[in-house]
């Protein structure tokens, strides 16, 4: 698999406030997915992007799959302190997933 | 519920124990596999097996030894641990091998220390 960077590695926000966390990789990605854990839980996958300028929307979360299949993005409006958690991307290439560091986002109520 | 089952969920042994962990997983999915997940590390990939026959080893210590007997049932023997091994090793399924069908289900992890 292939390297994704992940920033911000951390982030913290007033509840209501936006957030976005970014996924970049220096090569074309043949797809992400997005995963939450919750703190002392396991990874839960929230979407699956493929095709180039892809974008999907679960409620307060927007996915976004850049044009050239470089990058990606995961915003969330107005957050709640259910939000809480470290969100990953993770690179899919044949059955190997490559994660990022992952960005951890707490939210003061 | 995640439909995948991992056991014990904590777990200390010395440097010459040998202990096993455990996965099963309820979800008729063909794909298993273990990933190791380390403070301020990402998650990395360990094994991948699919309908019982091994297809990967990321480069892993053979003092890691996975046993997949049946397509429910994944096990991760450890035996001569060092301390850096202690995480948390997260095993997890998919419908069938191949990232393009879809999600992992990740099981609620092994926490291992190692003394």
């Known amino acids: 698999g292939q390297q994704v960077m992940q920033i911000p590695q951390y982030q913290h926000v007033q509840e209501g406030e936006d957030f976005t966390t970014y996924c970049n990789s220096s090569t074309t990605l043949s797809n992400i997915q997005w995963y939450k854990q919750r703190p002392g839980g396991h990874p839960v996958f929230l979407i699956q992007l493929v095709k180039s300028g892809e974008v999907k929307k679960q409620k307060r979360l927007t996915f976004q799959f850049g044009e050239a299949k470089k990058n990606s993005s995961l915003h969330i409006t107005a957050t709640q302190t259910t939000d809480v958690g470290t969100y990953f991307c993770?690179?899919?290439?044949?059955?190997?997933?490559?994660f990022g560091k992952g960005t951890l986002l707490t939210v003061n109520p | 519920e995640t439909g995948v089952t991992q056991t014990p969920r904590h777990l200390v042994m010395g440097m010459t124990n040998k202990k096993s962990l455990k996965c099963e997983q309820h979800?008729?999915?063909?794909?298993m596999y273990w990933y190791k997940q380390s403070a301020k590390k990402p998650l990395e990939l360990m094994f991948v097996y699919s309908l019982e026959e091994r297809v990967e080893n990321n480069s892993v210590p053979s003092r890691f030894s996975p046993e997949c007997p049946n397509s429910s049932h994944l096990f991760l023997h450890l035996h001569t641990l060092q301390p850096e091994d202690s995480a948390l090793y997260l095993c997890a399924s998919s419908q069938v091998l191949g990232v393009m069908s879809g999600e992992l289900f990740f099981g609620e992890g092994s926490r291992l220390t190692v003394l």
């Open positions: 993770a690179e899919g290439s044949n059955y190997k997933l490559t």
């Open positions: 979800l008729g999915h063909n794909a």
